[in-house]
Every structure is written in structure tokens, then in C-alpha cells.
């Protein structure tokens, strides 16, 4: 295992009227005027609005707000938000949606605290010092971002969806009612939980030896989301469900199941490619790309599929040919996509074949490899792409 730090912070309310100690929580953390921002709507038609306004209201707490975040987040509606925090006044940042309502609220609330143009903290140019507190209301299971440093951002100037990242825009708190992501469409529910589960598999493979408790921890993260999100897609209404893969969804992404070992994230790049050029949902994006990574980087370096297949997906080890049992995982976490409605091709996201260079040429704009189980050239991330646009 390697040396680590571990800083997560963030006070957690969860379960059933969560959000009614969200004006409290405000004043803990040093609010009086907040910024309530959100996305498109969906808090307005699911009366989760209302029930924030209604905390705010009865802790005396002020606001001003701004809507029409939309998902992966845009870097205009960053500079009219830190814009209008400075003009009223405001005092932290509120956000009320998931991850791309979170990372727009991270930004705003580093960008009020920088002279320069935020994007600096995108383009590698400057570094986040200081930041506005930010908190959370979550409505959805997916990003992590309530619980995570990182905001990420598609910088209308260059078409890049880059992350930045500091403990400075942790949220210093996030509230989590299950309840408030039962209004979620099967397929954003899907994604998120796909998207979940894919932050753990970043951490799981992994070259660093000797990491028994975050490969269990990695473990059971990933079988609660094969339990449970089948279960939701059932039944839509089912609390307790939500609820773990809620919890699932944070513990994936503060990083307790990362520390003390070499992460990958070649996936996550290759997936914000796609969501920069064609606006994919984040956790479809992954859908289509991991299990391509998976098959690329199994033939170089089977070792970590093989318990991914037996720990995981139940596969029987096969002691003669062990690469044969590591397949059968990958083949059964494709089943298991393919069983939720995520895609499997450039096709069903409306990604194209011919701006496979154009992705390569972003993504290694300034680095030389991508991933770390496997390090990727362009050439192979152009195979991975490859394996994956049937079009
Ligand atoms: O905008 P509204 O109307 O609210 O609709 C949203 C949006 O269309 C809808 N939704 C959310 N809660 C709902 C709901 N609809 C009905 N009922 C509810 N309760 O769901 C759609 C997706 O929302 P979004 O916030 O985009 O989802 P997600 O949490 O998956 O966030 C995706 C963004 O997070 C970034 C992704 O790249 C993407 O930009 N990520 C952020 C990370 C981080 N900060 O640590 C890590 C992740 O790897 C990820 O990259
Ligand atoms: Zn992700």
C-alpha cells in the first residue's frame, strides 16, 4: 500500500426530510445569503424547490438563484453565477441537482474568490486558493460531487470538459434525501449507477500490491450497484434501494476506496471526449467505453480481471485458464449494461467514427500516456475508440 493523506470533510444529512436541516446547516458553515442554484427544471416539476425554499425560509436564510445548469455543465453560466454572487453579496454557494449543478456550484464558488478568469483553474493556468463554502442538496445518484474535490466543466471557448480539483470546493456539507431521486427517468438512473460503479472500477484497477481492504471495499461497492440497480429499475419507488445506491454513490467517489494506491482514470478521459463533442450522459459515455477498455488492457495485463471476474460477478476460477474465467467477467458486465438500457456504440450516442483523431488529438493535448493499469499510446486509445464506432 502506499502513502496516503485522507481529507473528506464533508458532513453528511441523510435519509427521509434530510432537507429540512438545510438552513441550519447553511449557518453552521458560515451562510446567511446563499446562492440556490440548479439545472433545468426537474426540482420545480418534483416539488424538491419547494421544500428547499421552505428550509431556507423557516432558518431565515436569504437567497438569490440561478437555474439552467444543464448536464456537463457550461462554463458561461459559471461567469454569470460568479457574477451575480459578487453582486449580491453572497456568502456560499447551494447546490440543488446533481453533478453538474455541484461542479457549476464548485466553480462559481472558486471563481468568486480569483481575480483572473476562472477557466484558468481548466486551462492548467492558475490553481484554486480559496473558495466560497459550497453545499448540496442531492437529486440524483451518480457524479459523487457531493462528496468529492473535483468539478468539472466544458470550456465553451475550446470544446474541452476538463476537472479541476481542491479541497477548497469540497462541500463542507450534502444533504441526501433517497426520496428526492425517485422522479429519476430508468435511463439517468442507469447512468448514474453506472457511473458509480466505474469511479470504484478506476480504483480497482490498480498495479499497487498489498491493498486488500480498498479491493474489498472496491468489491462491494460495485455488487451493491449489481443488486440494487436492477432492483430500482423494477420498482422505481423502492426507498431502500435508493438509499444504498445513494450511499454507494458518494462512498465510490471520496476516494476511501482509492487511497494507498495508483488510480486509472484513461476511461473517465476517453468518456469526456464524448461528452465534450456530442453532449453524451456521462455514465452512457462510460457504458460504451469501459467495457472496450476492459478487453484491450485484459489481453496486455489479465491479473485484476481475474478477481474482478470471481469476487465480483461470482465466476468460478478456472485454475487451468485463468484468462478465460477474467473474459466471462467482462462478458457478464456487458450483460449486465446491456440489462440496465446503457449502450455498447458509438452508434447509440450519436458519437462518429471519423472524429476518433479529433478526440485522440484533444486528449493528449500535453501528455504522452493515458491510464496507469495499462499505459495507453494514442494508438491504442484510437483502437479503443475503434472497437466500439460500428458507424
Ligand atoms: O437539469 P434537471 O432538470 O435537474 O435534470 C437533470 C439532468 O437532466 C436530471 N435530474 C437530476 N435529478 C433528477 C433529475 N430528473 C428527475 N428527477 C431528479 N431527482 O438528470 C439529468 C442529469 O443530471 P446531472 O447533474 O448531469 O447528472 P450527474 O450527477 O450524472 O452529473 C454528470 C456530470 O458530473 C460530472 C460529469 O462529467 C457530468 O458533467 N462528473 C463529476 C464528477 C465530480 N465532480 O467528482 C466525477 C464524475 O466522474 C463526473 O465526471
Ligand atoms: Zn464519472
Redesign the pocket.
Known amino acids: 500500500m502506499d502513502n496516503f493523506s485522507f481529507y473528506s470533510p464533508t458532513y453528511f444529512e441523510f435519509g427521509r426530510e434530510a432537507e429540512k436541516k438545510t438552513g441550519e446547516l447553511i449557518r453552521r458553515f458560515g451562510g446567511s445569503k446563499v446562492l440556490l442554484h440548479?439545472?433545468?427544471?426537474?426540482?420545480k416539476?418534483?416539488g424538491?424547490y419547494g421544500k428547499v425554499i421552505a428550509a431556507l425560509t423557516s432558518a431565515d436564510i436569504k437567497f438569490t438563484e440561478l437555474g439552467g445548469?444543464?448536464?456537463?455543465?457550461r462554463s458561461s453560466l459559471v461567469r454569470e453565477g460568479i457574477d451575480i454572487a459578487r453582486s449580491e453579496g453572497v456568502d456560499l454557494i447551494l447546490a440543488v441537482?446533481?453533478?453538474?449543478?455541484?461542479?457549476s456550484a464548485?466553480a462559481i464558488a472558486a471563481g468568486v474568490k480569483y481575480d483572473g478568469d476562472f477557466i484558468d483553474f481548466y486551462r492548467g493556468k492558475a490553481k484554486i486558493e480559496d473558495a466560497l463554502p459550497v453545499g448540496t442538496v442531492l437529486?440524483?445518484?451518480?457524479?459523487?460531487?457531493e462528496g468529492?474535490?473535483?468539478?468539472?466543466?466544458?470550456d465553451e471557448e475550446t470544446g474541452k470538459?476538463k476537472?479541476a480539483r481542491s479541497d477548497h470546493i469540497r462541500p463542507k456539507f450534502s444533504v441526501m434525501n433517497p426520496e428526492?431521486?425517485?422522479?429519476?427517468?430508468p435511463y439517468?438512473t442507469a447512468?448514474?449507477a453506472t457511473?458509480i460503479f466505474?469511479?470504484v472500477c478506476e480504483r480497482y484497477f490498480s498495479n499497487t500490491p498489498e491493498v486488500v481492504i480498498t479491493d474489498r471495499l472496491c468489491e462491494s461497492v460495485m455488487k451493491t450497484i449489481i443488486y440494487e440497480t436492477p432492483r430500482v429499475l423494477r420498482d422505481p419507488d423502492n426507498y431502500g434501494a435508493r438509499a444504498n445506491i445513494m450511499w454507494a454513490g458518494m462512498i465510490a467517489?471520496n476516494n476511501i476506496c482509492g487511497v494507498g494506491r495508483e488510480q486509472d482514470w484513461g476511461s473517465?478521459h476517453m468518456?469526456?471526449e464524448l461528452?465534450a463533442l456530442y453532449d453524451v450522459?456521462?455514465?452512457a459515455g462510460?457504458a460504451v467505453i469501459v467495457p472496450a477498455w476492459m478487453r484491450y488492457v485484459m489481453e496486455r495485463h489479465p491479473e485484476k480481471f481475474v478477481p474482478f471476474a470471481t469476487e465480483v460477478w461470482g465466476v468460478p476460477l478456472d485454475m487451468i485458464n485463468p484468462i478465460e474465467t477474467a473474459m466471462i467477467g467482462i462478458e457478464r458486465f456487458e450483460g449486465f449494461l446491456k440489462q440496465i438500457g446503457m449502450p455498447s456504440k458509438f452508434s447509440e450516442i450519436g458519437a462518429r467514427k471519423e472524429d476518433i483523431p479529433k478526440m485522440v488529438d484533444k486528449l493528449f493535448a500535453g501528455s504522452e500516456t493515458e491510464g496507469n493499469y495499462v499505459k495507453l499510446s494514442k494508438e491504442d486509445v484510437t483502437k479503443i475508440y475503434e472497437s466500439v464506432a460500428d458507424v
Not at 437529486?139 to 460531487?145: D, E, L, Q, V
Open positions: 440548479y439545472g433545468g427544471g426537474s426540482i416539476k418534483n424538491v445548469v444543464v448536464p456537463n455543465p441537482g446533481g453533478g453538474s449543478v455541484i461542479d464548485k437529486t440524483i445518484a451518480a457524479a459523487g460531487s468529492s474535490p473535483n468539478a468539472v466543466i466544458t470538459k476537472g428526492f431521486t425517485l422522479t429519476l427517468p439517468q447512468a448514474g457511473d466505474i469511479h467517489h473517465h468518456e469526456h461528452s450522459t456521462h455514465g462510460l
